[in-house]
């Protein structure tokens, strides 16, 4: 059984596919570049009146694990991998540094993420674009998915992600 009990709310998104996928393989990390700062307030516009044509799986902060898709459905948050991703939205910027992610917020999304490789058989290694487009498991940035498919622009979870320090706390 799988302990998904980091997770402190839900709120589930506007726009997903309903669609019992199968097994995901490959767990993407993103960046909210929200000036909120908070999992609640990104949860919340996800699921809004006005909420965009995106979601994700899971959004996090330094206090919130906010589930927003179910772990079976299709969260729009990366083109290209969203069949078989599963995405977690971390509160920062893909310009901040190493320093500036605090423990707390990478701990939420290392919870969630072990949880989520323990449920699906996913491995906790690093994938890169050309790892991606051989469909190998394992764990990328959505930089990497759009290095991978080009049908988006998106450079999260930024250069200085602490990647080491992330997958030290899987």
Known sequence: MTDYSCITDTILAAHFTPVDRGAPTVVVVHTTESPYNSGLAV??????????????HVV?????????????????????????????????YAKWGPNDWNDD???NAAAIVSAWLAAWGIP????????????????????DVS????????TDP?????????????
């Open 105 to 107: 917020t990478l701990g």
């Open 147 to 154: 290095k991978a498919w080009k049908k988006s622009t998106h």
């Open 124 to 143: 906790a290694v690093r994938l890169g674009a050309q790892e991606l487009l051989a469909g190998q498991s394992g764990i990328c940035g959505h930089v």
């Open 60 to 92: 996090v902060d330094n206090k919130h694990v906010i589930r927003c898709v179910p772990d079976a459905n299709i969260a729009w948050a990366a083109p290209g991998a969203n069949k078989q991703g599963l995405s977690v939205e971390v509160c920062g």
């Open 43 to 56: 949860s919340n516009w996800f699921a809004g009146k006005q909420a965009p044509q995106a979601s994700a």
């Open 158 to 170: 930024g250069a200085g992600w602490p990647w080491d320090r992330f997958m030290q706390m899987l």
